[in-house]
């Protein structure tokens, strides 16, 4: 039988704790506590339990620059269909509290990092719709101009709180769904071009206010599965989604994007990977959902979180963290 040894060259090494930095097809002895382990490289991408938040809500902004560990949540709606204000923050172990949104809304767009984000517009529940627009700095929230146009359900926020770009949405009372899109530059809103077909509860992603694409959304049944780029200037369509959806998680850039879930009954758990072409369908969610963030920023392809949202029946607490192809992890060897 041939040995590790004769295939690697070197014996399994025996250390009380884990190397720092292993390398891919490294193997070795944990003394400490008492297990082979070595190290591989996932092959195709996939969808793991994380930790749950504290508040149960859909329809919530979100940030989060990858790692997955720096996520933060705020507003949303809570199972009973009132407005929150919570924001948690995620430490790769835990969600934390901490300070509240001045104006509890749901269904904002979200965008920017867990130390400087944006929360855009809003619904307020009955009358409808708001343009309150407020700035995160790491600790507090501070209200900064409004949006032109007020709306909810724009499903992105795409950039930073001091560059930062919505398109869509709906405006109510009366109801009416938008195409327009707003650029933020840390001081004003400015409308730049709209989007092609006006739509709501599109997945966003992009590096740059400049540089972004919108996916899916829906201006009441059915669902679409077009997907527009924007390169600063003007929106061009280019390859559709192969799943049409709404209220979509998304995240990563206009050449490597992410979007995953989705309205629907049942809620769609399908994940599709755009690669600057095309959508490619992957790993789906352990357990379908909707709302899972209208900020844009849910991470990318490699590092991806999906925070809350709405299950099938209600506002949930649950959490999934995406890890993509490539990623390397550790391996426990076991008899089984």
């Given at each position: 039988?041939?040995t590790?040894?004769?295939i690697k ?6 250390l009380?704790?884990?190397?720092s ?8 002895y ?13 092959t195709a991408g996939a ?6 938040v504290?508040?149960a809500r ?10 997955v560990?720096t996520?933060m949540?705020?507003?949303g709606?809570?199972?009973?269909g009132a407005?929150e204000g ?13 300070t ?8 904002g767009?979200?965008g920017g990092?867990n130390?400087?984000a944006?929360?855009?517009g ?5 009358p409808?719709?708001?343009g309150?627009?407020e700035s995160?700095n790491?600790?507090?929230?501070t ?19 001091t560059?930062n770009?919505?398109?869509?949405g ?5 109801f009416?769904?938008?195409s327009?899109?707003?650029?933020w ?7 730049v071009?709209d ?11 992009g590096a ?7 996916a899916?959304?829906t ?6 599965a077009?997907t ?5 200037t003007n ?10 959806r709404?209220?979509i ?5 206009t ?6 879930g989705?309205?629907g ?5 399908d994940?599709?990977?755009w690669?600057g072409?095309?959508?490619?369908e992957?790993?789906n ?16 392809t490699?590092s991806a ?7 099938n029946?209600?506002?949930t ?7 993509g192809?490539?990623?390397?992890s ?6 089984s």
């Amino acid at each position: 039988m041939t040995t590790y040894k004769e295939i690697k060259g070197t014996q399994i090494e025996v250390l009380s704790s884990d190397p720092s930095n292993p390398v891919e097809g490294q193997v070795w002895y944990n003394s400490t506590s008492n297990v082979l382990k070595g190290q591989s490289v996932t092959t195709a991408g996939a969808w793991a339990t994380g930790t749950s938040v504290n508040t149960a809500r859909s329809a919530l902004g979100s940030a989060v620059q990858a790692p997955v560990s720096t996520a933060m949540i705020y507003g949303g709606n809570n199972p009973g269909g009132a407005v929150e204000g919570e924001v948690e923050q995620y430490n790769g172990s835990n969600w934390t509290e901490i300070t509240d949104i001045n104006t509890a809304r749901g269904s904002g767009s979200g965008g920017g990092t867990n130390t400087a984000a944006l929360y855009s517009g809003g619904y307020l529940g009955p009358p409808g719709d708001t343009g309150i627009v407020e700035s995160w700095n790491g600790s507090s929230w501070t209200e900064v101009a409004d949006l032109n146009t007020g709306r909810y359900v724009t499903g992105g926020g795409v950039g930073s709180n001091t560059a930062n770009l919505i398109a869509g949405g709906i405006t109510t009372p009366p109801f009416a769904v938008r195409s327009e899109a707003e650029q933020w530059n840390g001081s004003a809103w400015t409308e730049v071009a709209d989007l092609n077909t006006a739509r709501y509860g599109t997945g966003a992603a992009g590096a740059t206010y400049t540089s972004a694409i919108f996916a899916g959304g829906t201006a009441g049944p059915p669902n679409y599965a077009l997907t527009e780029q924007w390169n600063g200037t003007n929106w061009t369509e280019v390859g559709d989604l192969n799943t049409a959806r709404a209220t979509i998680g998304s995240g990563g850039t206009t050449t490597s994007a992410i979007v995953f879930g989705g309205g629907g009954e049942p809620r769609s758990a399908d994940t599709e990977l755009w690669d600057g072409t095309s959508w490619t369908e992957t790993s789906n969610l352990n357990t379908g959902r909707a709302d899972v963030g209208d900020g844009g920023g849910t991470g990318s392809t490699s590092s991806a979180i999906a925070a809350a949202g709405s299950g099938n029946s209600a506002p949930t607490t649950a959490v999934e963290e995406w890890t993509g192809a490539g990623a390397a992890s550790t391996r426990t060897f076991t008899d089984s």
